[in-house]
């Protein structure tokens, strides 16, 4: 199966220059025998690409060490989970799992857009294909998994064991299906422009798929704090790393398309910046995997070394170049067929939506390749961290937390002074309420407390939302709260579905501002010893360390401590946290000791423990810290996948043109809100 | 109880051969030994044996400069406890973890980098340096690679200032175009004289000319 799969992996690279090929020639000529030969071709890649990657599979499973990536990842004494997920956790397989995903979706988007989108098909798959053709070449002739070595260690390295966590099991491919998701929107796109096909035809698939992409990135990403957070043990959840911020990057900029396409399908506006964010966000994401794979963010001088990174470095020019090209060849077909009416409309909103989504994905690439450009500009090496990040980011967030508010609550086209007291007297009573309770308690910080007034604000606009559209089927279906509330939500997920994602949001920043108040404290303590300490809510806790532990596992030696915790005097229970030194059969040390960290986690606070060191034989050196509403983090990311799958639940064709979106606006009056279906 | 700084550094390097006299199990007491020797020769710069860099979390643990300044006269620390934290937050270690110093050294007990990063912030602060000084000193020994965020200043301007200049040119975009818009709208409102006669141009200034007696 091995040899099978290492053939197909060749085999999968002929397919796809086949398929890109025929395709483009067949899009060119109009030959259908050339377009059917370019499908079947893809759909032959995807086939080649499964094989090969159940042939990866079956090495690792079977712990084949002769292969130089398996000896290289996994070993003998690793649980069977974690081999099946270091398929991914090395360079040469992630290509390979580019590679078997893209193949997927596009064989998924060519075979459901035959019919509909007949005079795209060409050129959609001709270039999804050539995207493959170098994913496929890039693992065939510089990531190549099956390369085998000069002979078969009896073990392997195995995987790092800071990466043998669920967070980091379920993290890189949800990353992965997010970012390779943008390829189907980037080549329906490309497609529209070789076909000038740039009607509402293309929407269609554009959109489901990037909301797909936009679903698995908010998960990807989630999982990924989560993870740093349980695992790495430094307190937090984001540090702005550059494989942070690539992976945010293209979630913001597909962000800023889900809102901006809105208005495309409502008043065919802004049709080439919808082209644009839809190519953007694919090059952010090749941009995101050639940073992180290359070295380049190491030093300028290191991406020539990686063995990806010049193939990586080519392949996005390419594209970027061809893009510019075909954008600016067809700026006439773009041109939009209507115009913006006022500053004070739904189109206004989403419009400075996408200019702080925007402007919030520039300075965060920004701050990642500043350090490169200060480099090749002959300055100092310098770093940009998460000073500059926060200092830059935090005000444009706030705007954009109050836009998630403001947008549903003003008319398409123009608003009225009525509209605009009617909708937001509520909401903004709500932020206010807010704002007088944090100050009365004590808050003072500026920033803090304008997030928490702002969400409060966009609460205050998604409970009013929700209300009207329950109290309308009330009177009109005689529904109850709860069917009231379903309904309403299943009769029009896009508008709904868009409000709990919001609602996660606004637990997001929630949890993002309580960080403000956070508190660290280094500790010694001897056995028996005790701490006290005041959390930033006032309450007064006591730890007492109940000793240092060793002991030695198969696979691991440790050191542990436990801390007995009071709270007001009140038992809470014993916090530990642990270093643990992995090691191999014969017990030599494989990697650097890590750290487990004690967790006890309430709504409002995480009491967040780390073993830091141990003196003498009892001493423990612990850092213990007080983070603030983090589960909201969690809570938060949860509520916008559950809003996501709402949005993209497939809806009856019937129902969908109730929904609003799909339909053309009809021609109302500036200021005449559209009515809500219920 | 807070911690006894500076000490700390002994207890790192120590742990695992502590961990192993305290194991008991004899064999693995050996090979964990033998790590922690491994774990010393790296902080005496042999980072072959350490440093792996396969590793995700590879560190280089023997990128510690010294940073030193003599005491001032008569000195007394000037900077608190907090503010010495605060101060190592600004200041990144240099292991190749990308955290900061103060995070680094409660956190990863085998960096061997910020524990000595930290060691030469204490003898600061206890020399009576100010914060600035004692940033300004870690410059001078690592260059601006040390910060956590760039300077303020030079080149390093274009950082701190070209997304704040992005938004506002978008912004200013986006007004520019809808008074353009605007404008258009109202040209195209404004109602064109009608020719009640039905004559055309060239007519008309005949009939002008003739009313005038030019003809």
């Known amino acids: 199966m091995i040899l099978i799969g290492e053939l197909s992996l060749w085999v999968a690279l002929l397919m796809a220059a086949w398929s890109t090929t025929v395709s483009y020639a067949g899009g060119a000529s109009r030959r259908s025998d050339l377009i059917d030969s370019g499908v079947r071709g893809l759909y032959a890649t995807f086939a080649m690409v499964l094989l090969a990657s159940i042939g990866l599979w079956t090495a690792l499973m079977t712990r084949d060490f002769s292969l130089e990536y398996v000896a290289g990842h996994i070993s003998a004494s690793m649980p069977s989970i974690y081999v099946f997920t270091s398929f991914w956790s090395g360079q040469a397989g992630s290509m390979l799992f580019w590679a078997l995903i893209l193949s997927m979706y596009g064989t998924i988007a060519i075979a459901t857009s035959r019919v509909r989108n007949r005079e795209l098909v060409p050129w959609a798959t001709g270039t999804l294909s050539a995207i493959l053709l170098f994913f496929i070449a890039t693992t065939c002739f510089k990531a190549n998994p099956f390369t085998r070595l000069p002979f078969t260690p ?63 990135l908010t998960i990807g990403i989630v999982l990924g704090m989560w993870w740093a957070y349980v695992e790495l043990g430094w307190g937090g959840y984001w540090a702005w790393d550059p494989v942070e911020n690539s992976s945010f990057l293209p979630w913001l900029t597909t962000t800023a398309f889900l809102h901006s396409i809105m208005i495309q399908e409502k008043r065919g506006m802004l049709r080439k910046w919808n082209v644009v964010l839809v190519i953007v966000s694919f090059l952010l994401a090749i941009f995101g995997t050639f940073i992180t794979r290359s070295g380049v963010i190491e030093s300028v001088h290191s991406f020539a070394q990686s063995p990806v990174g010049p193939w990586f470095a080519t392949f996005f020019f390419l594209c970027t170049g061809i893009s510019i090209y075909l954008v600016g060849v067809r700026l006439h077909d773009l041109e939009a067929k209507a115009e913006l009416e006022s500053m004070v409309s739904r189109e206004a909103a989403f419009l400075y939506n996408n200019l702080v989504l925007c402007g919030i994905a520039f300075a965060v690439l920004w701050g990642t390749v500043f350090p490169i450009l200060s480099e090749a500009a002959g300055k100092p090496k310098i770093t940009v961290g998460p000073p500059f990040f926060n200092a830059v980011n935090v005000p444009l967030g706030l705007l954009l937390l109050a836009l998630t508010g403001i947008g549903p609550l003003i008319a398409w086209r123009k608003a009225s002074v009525s509209n605009l007291r009617r909708q937001f007297a509520g909401p903004s009573l709500t932020g206010l309420v807010v704002a007088i309770a944090l100050i009365a308690l004590g808050m003072r910080d500026v920033y803090a407390l304008i997030a928490y007034a702002l969400c409060g604000f966009v609460t205050g606009t998604i409970v009013q939302e929700f209300y009207k559209g329950i109290r309308a ?99 809470i229970g014993i916090i530990s946290s642990e270093k643990r030194a992995y090691v191999d059969s014969r017990r030599n040390p494989l990697f650097q000791p890590i750290t487990e960290v004690g967790i006890h986690t309430t709504a409002k606070l995480d009491t967040y423990v780390v073993l830091a060191g141990i003196r003498a034989r009892d001493v423990a050196e612990l850092r213990v810290t007080f983070n603030p509403l983090v589960v909201w983090v969690w809570i938060g990311g949860f509520l916008m996948m559950i809003g996501g799958l709402v949005v993209m639940w497939p809806q009856a064709e019937r129902r969908r043109t109730q929904g609003g979106y799909a339909a053309v606006m009809p021609p109302t009056q500036p200021g005449v809100e559209i009515p809500v279906p219920v | 109880m807070t911690a006894d700084i500076g000490s700390g550094m002994t207890s790192r390097r120590g742990f695992l051969a502590r961990l192993a006299k305290a194991s008991v199990t004899g064999a693995s007491s050996v090979v964990v030994a033998r790590a922690a020797g491994a774990q010393q020769r790296g902080a005496m710069h042999d980072s072959s044996i350490v440093r792996d860099t396969t590793n995700l979390f590879a560190m280089d643990q023997s990128a510690a ?88 200043s030079g080149f390093n301007l274009l950082a701190w200032f070209a997304p704040g200049v992005a938004v506002l040119a978008g912004g200013a975009a986006i007004v520019f175009f809808l008074r353009r818009w605007d404008a258009e709208r109202e040209a195209a409102a404004i109602p064109q004289p009608t020719n009640a006669v039905g004559a055309t141009s060239e007519e008309l200034a005949r009939l002008d000319a003739a009313v005038r007696g030019d003809e």
């Not at chain 1, 195995?158 to 080549?187: E, K």
């Not at chain 1, 730890?543 to 198969?554: A, C, L």
């Not at chain 2, 940033?135 to 040390?146: K, N, P």
């Open chain 2, 65 to 152: 400069r010294t940073v030193q300044r003599p005491p001032k006269p008569g000195a007394t620390p000037i900077v608190s406890l907090a503010q010495r934290d605060q101060l190592e937050h600004r200041i990144r270690c240099q292991c190749g973890c990308t955290l900061d110093v103060f995070t680094c050294r409660t956190t990863d007990f085998s960096c061997q980098v910020s524990p000595a990063m930290h060691r030469d912030v204490i003898a600061l602060v206890e020399g009576g340096y100010g914060a600035q000084e004692i940033i300004d000193a870690f410059v001078d020994a690592y260059g601006e690679r040390v910060l956590m965020a760039p300077k303020k």
């Open chain 1, 154 to 216: 009896l073990d392997g390295r195995g995987m790092n064991p800071q990466l043998q966590n669920p967070g980091m099991a379920l993290h890189p491919p949800n990353l992965y299906l997010g970012y390779v998701a943008t390829a189907i929107p980037f080549a329906f796109a490309i497609a529209a422009l070789f076909a000038r096909r740039l009607d509402a035809e293309w929407l269609g698939v554009v959109r489901r798929w990037a909301l797909l992409s936009w679903f698995f």
């Open chain 1, 473 to 571: 089927r009330q009177s009109i279906h005689g529904d109850s709260v709860v069917t009231g509330f379903v309904r309403l939500v299943a009769r029009n997920r896009r508008r709904y579905g868009g409000y709990i994602v919001h609602a996660g949001i606004v637990m997001l920043f929630a949890a993002f501002a309580g960080m403000a108040f956070r508190s660290e404290h280094d500790v010694t303590l001897k056995t028996g010893e005790a701490y006290e300490v005041r959390d930033p809510y006032g309450h007064q806790w006591r730890f007492v360390s109940q000793g240092v532990s060793t002991s030695n596992r198969v696979d691991r030696d440790v050191i542990a401590v436990g801390l007995e915790a009071f709270r007001d005097g009140k038992r």
